[in-house]
C-alpha cells in the first residue's frame, strides 16, 4: 500500500510540472519478476535500477504494471533532464537489498580502510538516500510493515556499525565458497565465507556488510555496494573471530521488456569468486534484525531462500556446541521455531545444519518447512510460506502474544501480505484487530522484518 501511495503521488507530481518534454523517465528497482519469472515461485532478489522511458499518456498504465511486476519506482524525471544511454532504457543488474554508496566513494577505494570510530548514531551517516527512500521511511511512520525499520537506541546500542565505509573498504579474502542447493534443484545459491582477521571488522547477529564488486556500472563509474545479511554468528564460522560468512543466491530474471535474461553483478561476482580472491567489504550496518538477550526467549523466524541467512546466525548462537562455550553469559533456553518456504527439497538450505539442531534440541528448536513445488495447500495450489502460517495460526497467534516472543521475517516481500491475513484471522477470534496488535509489537521491538 505505501508503494503505491508513492507511485502515484510520484505521477502526479512529475504530471503537474510544466516540462517541455512530454517523456518521462522512471527509475524503477526491486523488478524481482516478470510473468515468467512469477511462475518459477522461488526467491529472486531484488534488481537493481532499470530505466524506462514513458509518454505522458501511459503514466499511470506503467505505473500500475511496474508495480505488479514488484518494483518501486524511485524517481520520475522529464527524459530533457537525462543523458541517453544508447537511445534505451538500460539496467544496473544489482542483487541487493539496498545499493547506498555513490560511485564518487568507491572511485578509489584501494587497500584497507581506517576503521571508522563507531558511536550510536553513525549508522546513518555517510549513505545516500533517494527521495523514495525518504518518502518511504516517513510512511514507516503510520504502520507500514513493508520495509526495514530505521536503527534504534535500545538494549542493543553498543553494537558496531560503519566500521568499514564505502570509500575505505576492508579488503577481505575468500576462505571457501560452497554450493548449498543439492542435485535437482532451482538456480545458484553459495555459503561464501571471508577471512576478516587483518582489520577491525566485527559484528553481530542479525547484521549486514556491504560487497563492493570490481568493475564499472553503465555510466562508466566504479559499481555502488550492495547489501547481504550475515549468515554466521560474531564469532565466525570456525568461532574464531576471524571470518565472516554470506549466503548468496545468483540473481537470474528475464527482462520484462526485452525478454533477455539478466544476471546479477554483485551476485554473479560473488557466486563464483575462487578461494583466496579479494573482496572489497563495508559495514557492517543494521540494528532491526538483533536477537533479544534473553537466554528464555521465543523465538518465531519466518523466511524465503535466502532469507535464511540471519536465522542461520540465530540458530547457531543458540544451539551450536562450540557457540555455546564461546557464549557462557548466553545460554539459550527457549523456543525458536524456523517456517522456511523453497521450490525443492534439494533447495532447503542448510539442511543437515537444520535437522541435527532439531535432533539435538527437540524441545526448544522445530522446523516446518513449505516446499512449494512439491507440496499443495488445502486449496490445491502450492504450498508457500504464507499457506504454513495460516495453517499454524492460532499456535502462532498464542506465541505471539508472550511478551519474551519475537517474531522475524526476511526474504521477498510478498509473503507479509499472506502472513498477516493469517494472523489477522487468528487475532480477530479473540477480538484483536492485529494491524492495531502489530503496531504495538513493533513498539516494543518484538516484530521485526527485512524484506525484499
Not at 523517465?25 to 532499470?50: A, C, F
Not at 523456543?335 to 543437515?352: A, D, H, Q, R
Not at 545444519?353 to 532439531?358: F, G, S, V, Y
Amino acid at each position: 500500500m505505501v508503494e503505491r501511495m508513492y507511485n502515484q503521488g510520484a505521477v502526479e507530481g512529475a504530471a503537474n510540472k510544466e516540462l517541455g518534454s512530454r517523456v518521462f523517465v522512471y527509475e524503477v528497482v526491486g523488478l524481482r519478476q516478470n510473468e515468467e519469472t512469477d511462475q518459477t515461485n522461488y526467491p529472486i532478489r531484488k534488481s537493481g535500477s532499470v530505466f524506462i522511458r514513458v509518454p505522458y499518456n501511459r503514466m499511470n498504465q506503467e505505473m500500475r504494471r511496474i508495480t505488479r511486476l514488484g518494483g518501486k519506482i524511485v524517481s520520475i524525471q522529464p527524459l530533457t533532464a537525462l543523458e541517453p544511454v544508447n537511445g534505451k532504457a538500460s539496467f544496473e543488474n544489482a542483487n541487493s537489498k539496498v545499493s547506498l554508496a555513490t560511485s564518487e566513494e568507491t572511485a578509489n577505494s584501494k587497500g584497507n580502510g581506517k576503521a571508522t570510530p563507531v558511536n550510536a548514531n553513525s549508522e546513518v551517516k555517510g549513505f545516500a538516500k533517494s527521495p523514495a527512500e525518504e518518502q518511504l521511511k516517513n510512511k514507516d511512520k503510520k504502520g507500514n510493515t513493508m520495509t526495514q525499520a530505521k536503527a534504534k537506541k535500545d538494549a542493543h546500542g553498543d553494537v558496531p556499525v560503519n566500521i568499514y565505509r564505502p570509500n575505505a573498504p576492508y579488503i577481505g579474502k575468500v576462505v571457501s565458497n560452497e554450493p548449498l542447493v543439492k542435485e535437482g534443484g532451482i538456480g545458484i545459491v553459495q555459503h561464501l565465507k571471508f577471512d576478516i582477521s587483518g582489520g577491525d571488522l566485527k559484528y553481530v547477529e542479525g547484521q549486514s556488510i556491504g560487497i563492493i564488486p570490481p568493475g564499472l556500472d553503465k555510466n562508466g563509474k566504479p559499481e555502488k555496494l550492495r547489501l547481504y545479511s550475515i549468515a554466521s554468528t560474531r564469532h565466525g564460522d570456525d568461532v574464531n573471530d576471524k571470518t565472516v560468512s554470506l549466503c548468496v543466491r545468483q540473481l537470474e530474471y528475464k527482462h520484462p521488456e526485452t525478454n533477455e535474461t539478466v544476471y546479477g553483478v554483485c551476485s554473479t561476482h560473488l557466486c563464483f569468486l575462487e578461494p583466496g580472491a579479494d573482496v572489497k567489504i563495508t559495514g557492517p550496518v543494521g540494528k532491526e534484525m538483533l536477537l533479544p538477550q534473553d537466554p528464555d526467549a521465543k523465538v518465531i523466524m519466518m523466511a524465503t531462500g535466502t532469507g535464511i541467512a540471519p536465522m542461520r546466525a540465530y540458530l547457531w548462537r543458540q544451539f551450536k556446541d562450540a557457540e555455546r562455550a564461546a557464549n557462557p553469559e548466553y545460554q539459550f533456553k527457549g523456543f525458536s521455531w524456523l517456517i522456511f518456504g523453497v521450490p525443492t527439497t534439494p533447495n532447503i538450505l542448510y539442511k543437515e545444519e537444520l535437522e541435527e539442531i532439531q535432533q539435538k534440541y527437540p524441545d526448544n528448536f522445530r522446523l516446518t518447512c513449505a516446499i512449494s513445488r512439491e507440496q499443495k495447500n488445502p486449496q490445491g495450489g502450492r504450498m508457500y510460506i504464507q499457506d504454513r502460517v495460516a495453517e499454524h495460526a492460532d499456535e502462532l497467534w498464542q506465541l505471539i502474544k508472550d511478551e519474551k516472543t519475537h517474531t522475524y521475517i526476511c526474504g521477498l516481500r510478498g509473503m507479509e501480505e499472506g502472513i498477516d491475513a493469517a494472523l489477522t484471522a487468528a487475532a480477530a477470534k479473540e477480538g484483536v484487530t492485529w494491524i492495531n496488535y502489530q503496531k504495538e509489537l513493533k513498539k516494543a521491538h518484538r516484530w521485526h522484518v527485512e524484506t525484499y
